[in-house]
């Protein structure tokens, strides 16, 4: 048998023989020496975020496919979340995967292929969250005008929490809850749809509040940077929340999804602030300016009604007056009764006497005396029915003199005011209408006094507000001055 037969037949009889890992390890040396650092663009498929933090995709694009892998040190440090359909810059090592016999690229940095492949992307969850009705008017909660605490969404560590607490510090000192998030990274929209969430479910205490309103917050940046803000998940916590939220992510001109499910956008992190509260000293200043109107509304009102009421009084007449034209009347009353009774009496004794001219003696003297007896017991009984009738009346006029008595200016003089007059008569009711020199009569409830006008005019009246000077006190004998 020839040396040819021994190796097979047909092939090389001097190839060294190796085993399987022995190849799989020499392709994967010559792999990874050839090509080391590679940049590749193509569109993520297949994505998958494995327990251990590992991700898995394959790079592809219209000809061919590539398996790529990112460690879990590596995926916490990406800047967005990748996700199927993506167009994306990969740089990293080529290399294989022995089990599989695949060459695979492992990833170390990540970027978009181009800001449009995530404008497109953003697009694309901004129609579909507005076709479930979630950026719609009716949705939006009105905030609250002066809330007690106010829960706040960002980094710790960052300055944004910084220019909150010192505009709201400004403006209107609140009590501020912080629930510490990362704000871009891996992990980092997870904690914001976390923290929004956590509040809502705040039953509230002593301790811990439940906050009023809520502010999620975030500094300016990319588009990659501000894109925890553009996930599905923060946005749709950011429209299930009971509290009101305003959001204040990046500046002005950066636009995020949350932006449009709040119920109210701010452009910077500071204006967030001010929309939340308004100014304290404004408050003060409108409740002063309230009050001093309510003040001067209030004596206006006293000053009309007082005016009305001293009109009134003025044409009501005394209780002298009522009283004298009522003891008129009770006296001719009165002296009308005598009379009727007389003439009543003597006209009753001549038809007797004429009766008793016509009788006989005896029936006579009978009828006599027994119509005396009658006309007793008839006058008798008519003067008790006078004498009811004047009790009676006399009893209205009584209760009539006691009301008007309680109504005269006399009783108002026992409390201690005083009543003043002009030398004719007629009373004063301001002092703008007395001038230096006029002669008035003070009238007190045991008597009235004369005095003299002196001084240049009359007294302001003290204000409101203004605590009243005790008056200095005269000397006796002195006449003191008016006003």
């Known amino acids: 048998m020839s040396q040819n037969d021994t190796n097979g037949g047909g092939g090389a009889p001097n190839l060294p023989e190796y085993s399987v890992s022995e190849i799989a390890a020499a392709v994967k040396r010559t792999v990874e020496d050839n090509f080391g650092y590679v940049r590749i663009r193509g569109e993520v498929s297949g994505f998958l975020a494995a327990r251990s933090g590992h991700m898995y995709f394959s790079l592809k694009d219209d000809k061919a496919v590539i398996d790529s892998v990112v460690w879990r040190g590596t995926a916490g440090k990406l800047r967005f979340q990748p996700e199927d359909g993506l167009e994306v810059i990969c740089t990293g090592k080529l290399s294989t995967y022995a089990p599989r016999s695949r060459y695979q690229l492992v990833v170390e940095a990540m970027e978009p292929a181009g800001v449009g492949a995530l404008m497109a992307l953003l697009e694309e969850r901004r129609q579909k969250l507005a076709a479930e009705g979630l950026f719609a008017p009716e949705r939006k909660q009105a905030l609250p005008y002066l809330p007690r605490v106010i829960g706040v969404v960002t980094s710790p560590t960052g300055a944004v929490i910084r220019d909150i607490l010192h505009r709201l510090r400004d403006r209107f000192p609140s009590r501020v809850l912080l629930w510490p998030v990362l704000v871009q990274g891996k992990g980092s929209a997870e904690q914001i749809a976390a923290a929004i969430r956590g509040f809502n479910a705040m039953e509230g205490t002593a301790d811990i509040p439940r906050p009023d309103l809520l502010i999620v917050a975030r500094g300016g940046g990319s588009i990659e940077d501000l894109w925890a803000f553009n996930e599905e998940v923060v946005a749709r916590a950011a429209a299930e929340s009971e509290i009101p939220l305003i959001s204040a992510v990046g500046h002005e001109t950066d636009t995020t999804l949350i932006d449009f499910v709040s119920d109210r956008r701010a452009p910077t992190p500071t204006a967030a602030a001010e929309i939340a509260v308004p100014v304290r000293a404004e408050l003060i200043a409108n409740v002063q300016d309230l009050d001093r109107r309510l003040g001067l509304g209030l004596q206006r009102g006293l000053s009309e009604?007082?005016?009305?009421?001293?009109?009134?009084?003025?044409?009501?007449?005394?209780?002298?007056?009522?009283?004298?034209?009522?003891?008129?009347?009770?006296?001719?009353?009165?002296?009308?009764?005598?009379?009727?009774?007389?003439?009543?009496?003597?006209?009753?004794?001549?038809?007797?006497?004429?009766?008793?001219?016509?009788?006989?003696?005896?029936?006579?003297?009978?009828?006599?005396?027994?119509?005396?007896?009658?006309?007793?017991?008839?006058?008798?009984?008519?003067?008790?029915?006078?004498?009811?009738?004047?009790?009676?009346?006399?009893?209205?006029?009584?209760?009539?003199?006691?009301?008007?008595?309680?109504?005269?200016?006399?009783?108002?003089?026992?409390?201690?005011?005083?009543?003043?007059?002009?030398?004719?008569?007629?009373?004063?009711?301001?002092?703008?209408?007395?001038?230096p020199g006029d002669a008035l009569a003070i009238t007190f409830r045991d008597g009235a006094v004369a005095v003299t006008v002196d001084g240049d005019g009359p007294t302001p009246r003290p204000s409101a507000k203004t605590k009243p000077k005790s008056a200095a006190k005269t000397k006796p004998g002195n006449q003191g001055s008016l006003f």
């Open 305 to 435: 009604r007082r005016r009305d009421l001293d009109g009134l009084a003025r044409g009501l007449r005394g209780p002298r007056e009522l009283l004298a034209l009522a003891r008129q009347r009770l006296d001719e009353g009165a002296e009308r009764l005598h009379r009727a009774l007389a003439t009543f009496g003597a006209e009753k004794r001549n038809g007797l006497i004429a009766v008793t001219a016509r009788l006989r003696p005896g029936l006579v003297a009978d009828r006599i005396q027994n119509g005396a007896r009658g006309l007793q017991e008839f006058d008798g009984r008519l003067r008790r029915v006078v004498e009811n009738r004047v009790k009676e009346s006399g009893l209205r006029l009584a209760s009539q003199a006691k009301l008007l008595e309680s109504l005269s200016f006399e009783r108002v003089l026992d409390r201690g005011y005083a009543m003043i007059r002009q030398a004719d008569g007629p009373v004063v009711m301001a002092a703008a209408g007395t001038g």
